[in-house]
């Protein structure tokens, strides 16, 4: 800091470039090796840095996993993300360690600062914070300080903060866009999706504070907030309209699913609201079934046991694990969207979901398109044989109050003529695979 504060002093030489550099899963080599020798590990790390860097650079251990390099003399952007380079790769090379051959990535964040302009404490955060965004991008990378950066930092800095409070009917809301089959409108079920109303910050889509909630070990709070109330949601829906037989589908967080009471709380919500386990499915990602799978099983196999339907969500885009598909109690597989939206220009995406649903066929698996946004693609997925399709040409996410009109209905106005358009060449689906 002392000499970083000299180096930054109104007058000084500038830029002065600063790497942030952090070990990647240091905590696997602590847990397998013990900490003596992730120690000898650290000491060969440091040595290679100052080994890898100039002479006049200075090289400093922060604690843990983390050190920083200040770079000797003026850098340019260019210049510093070059250097950052060469010590990522100097540093990710494989180290002999009694008898065992290891090796780390290394998460590297570079940001310039102007002296007289910005203080050291700044500094170090701003490479910290560009290391972290190459750290969620999967690690092992090189990434550079902007200041957009700085606005979403201070963004998710305000989000982390007011998380923890705001897990409550006045600040959170879902909601809810509808399932449809495809040949007829109906509504064939609903899928929950939270929103949080911020103030100042106004309204929050998922993508900015559920993973905000599994770093911060939320996830299960927020989890269980949005499986109630969508569960409540539904018997006030049942209430006003008699006979009313949809499935509510629910997002879980992987973290969720492997914390050890997931299905009592599924259960107990159940009882609150009189609902049927087949009422509700949870729709979990294809990564976290690869995350834990012992526990993943069990706890799907007691959700099984209460007649809860799982899904399958982005279907195609994880680690295919589709070995896991044989060994896992899912009902349904949901297509990616990724590979909906241009489904009738796209050969690759046909054959994509061609193979999906024929998998699922094979599984005996419900299927669903999700990312309908064209006509084009509802013609190709009934072609192909998926008749269960979600996406803004059928309906956006409503509000509750929107929605409960069309589920009074039943059905969707289908934004086609059954005659003239999509269904002309085929009134029903060619190859109609689906098992329910
Ligand atoms: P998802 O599970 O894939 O949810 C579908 C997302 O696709 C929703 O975005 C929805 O608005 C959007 N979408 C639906 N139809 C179309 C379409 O035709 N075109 C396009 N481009 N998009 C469409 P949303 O609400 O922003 O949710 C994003 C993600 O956040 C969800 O992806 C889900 O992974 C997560 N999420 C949402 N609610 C929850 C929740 O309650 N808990 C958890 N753990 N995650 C949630
Ligand atoms: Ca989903
Ligand atoms: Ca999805």
Same mark, same amino acid.
């Given at each position: 800091?002392?000499?970083?504060? +000299? =180096? /930054?002093?109104?007058?000084?030489?500038?830029?002065?470039?600063? /790497?942030?550099?952090?070990?990647?899963? /240091? +905590?696997? %080599?602590?847990?397998?090796?013990?900490?003596?020798?992730?120690?000898?590990?650290?000491?060969?790390?440091?040595?290679?840095?100052?080994?890898?860097?100039? $002479?006049?650079?200075?090289?400093? !251990?922060?604690?843990?996993?983390?050190?920083?390099?200040?770079?000797?003399?003026?850098?340019?952007?260019?210049?510093?993300? +070059?250097?950052?380079?060469?010590?990522?790769?100097?540093?990710?090379?494989?180290?002999?360690?009694?008898?065992?051959?290891?090796?780390?990535?290394?998460?590297? &964040?570079?940001?310039?600062?102007?002296?007289?302009?910005?203080?050291?404490?700044?500094?170090?955060? !701003?490479?910290?914070?560009?290391?972290?965004?190459?750290?969620?991008?999967?690690?092992?990378?090189?990434?550079?300080?902007?200041?957009?950066?700085?606005?979403?930092?201070d963004r998710r800095?305000?989000? *982390?903060?007011?998380?923890?409070?705001?897990?409550?009917?006045?600040?959170?809301?879902?909601?809810?866009?509808?399932?449809?089959?495809?040949?007829?409108?109906?509504?064939?079920?609903? @899928?929950?999706?939270? =929103?949080?109303?911020?103030? #100042?910050?106004?309204? %929050?889509?998922?993508?900015?504070?559920?993973?905000?909630?599994?770093?911060?070990?939320?996830?299960?709070?927020?989890?269980?907030?949005?499986?109630? =109330?969508?569960?409540?949601?539904?018997?006030?829906?049942?209430? @006003?309209?008699?006979?009313?037989?949809?499935?509510?589908?629910?997002?879980?967080?992987?973290?969720?699913?492997?914390?050890?009471?997931?299905?009592?709380t599924v259960k107990?919500?159940?009882?609150?609201?009189?609902?049927?386990?087949?009422?509700?499915?949870?729709?979990?990602?294809?990564?976290?079934?690869?995350?834990?799978?012992?526990?993943?099983?069990?706890?799907?196999?007691?959700?099984?046991?209460?007649?809860?339907?799982?899904?399958?969500?982005?279907?195609?885009?994880?680690?295919?694990?589709?070995?896991?598909? +044989?060994?896992? #109690?899912?009902?349904?597989?949901?297509?990616?969207?990724?590979?909906?939206?241009?489904?009738?220009?796209?050969? *690759?995406?046909?054959?994509?979901?061609?193979?999906?649903?024929?998998?699922?066929?094979?599984?005996?698996?419900?299927?669903?398109? @999700?990312?309908? *946004?064209?006509?084009?693609?509802?013609?190709? /997925?009934?072609?192909?044989?998926?008749? =269960?399709?979600?996406?803004?040409?059928?309906?956006?996410?409503?509000?509750?109050d929107r929605l409960?009109?069309?589920?009074?209905? &039943?059905?969707?106005?289908?934004?086609? $003529? #059954?005659?003239?358009?999509?269904?002309?060449?085929?009134?029903?689906?060619?190859?109609?695979?689906?098992?329910?």
């Open positions: 800091f002392e000499y970083l504060d +000299k =180096r /930054l002093e109104d007058g000084a030489p500038g830029p002065v470039g600063v /790497l942030f550099l952090d070990l990647d899963r /240091l +905590k696997a %080599l602590n847990d397998f090796l013990g900490h003596k020798a992730a120690d000898s590990y650290l000491c060969r790390i440091a040595d290679r840095l100052s080994e890898g860097s100039e $002479s006049d650079d200075l090289v400093a !251990r922060l604690g843990g996993d983390e050190f920083v390099v200040v770079l000797s003399g003026p850098s340019s952007p260019a210049e510093a993300m +070059k250097r950052a380079e060469v010590l990522q790769e100097v540093v990710g090379a494989s180290v002999a360690l009694g008898g065992q051959t290891v090796g780390r990535g290394v998460s590297v &964040g570079v940001a310039l600062g102007t002296p007289g302009q910005v203080g050291s404490a700044t500094l170090l955060s !701003r490479a910290d914070q560009a290391m972290m965004v190459v750290k969620r991008q999967g690690g092992n990378g090189v990434g550079v300080f902007t200041d957009d950066m700085n606005e979403k930092g800095t305000i989000i *982390e903060m007011n998380l923890r409070t705001s897990i409550d009917d006045d600040h959170l809301t879902l909601e809810y866009q509808p399932e449809i089959d495809l040949r007829t409108g109906m509504i064939l079920g609903v @899928e929950a999706l939270v =929103r949080w109303n911020h103030s #100042p910050l106004g309204l %929050l889509q998922p993508g900015e504070f559920v993973e905000v909630a599994e770093s911060t070990n939320l996830a299960g709070e927020l989890g269980e907030w949005v499986i109630t =109330r969508a569960c409540a949601q539904l018997a006030g829906w049942k209430r @006003e309209i008699p006979g009313l037989r949809i499935t509510m589908s629910v997002n879980v967080s992987p973290v969720q699913l492997v914390s050890l009471d997931f299905d009592a107990s919500v159940l009882r609150r609201y009189d609902l049927e386990g087949s009422e509700l499915c949870l729709e979990i990602t294809e990564n976290v079934v690869v995350g834990d799978l012992q526990r993943t099983r069990d706890t799907l196999r007691r959700l099984e046991r209460l007649g809860v339907r799982v899904a399958i969500d982005d279907f195609g885009t994880g680690y295919s694990s589709l070995g896991h598909l +044989k060994s896992l #109690p899912v009902d349904t597989l949901k297509i990616d969207r990724g590979f909906v939206q241009n489904l009738d220009h796209s050969e *690759e995406d046909r054959v994509i979901v061609d193979s999906i649903v024929g998998l699922a066929s094979s599984f005996g698996l419900r299927v669903v398109a @999700e990312g309908v *946004e064209s006509t084009g693609a509802v013609r190709e /997925l009934l072609d192909l044989g998926c008749v =269960r399709a979600q996406g803004f040409l059928l309906s956006r996410p409503a509000t509750p409960v009109g069309m589920l009074r209905a &039943g059905r969707i106005r289908l934004p086609w $003529s #059954p005659e003239g358009g999509v269904g002309a060449r085929r009134s029903m689906a060619r190859r109609c695979r689906e098992p329910f």
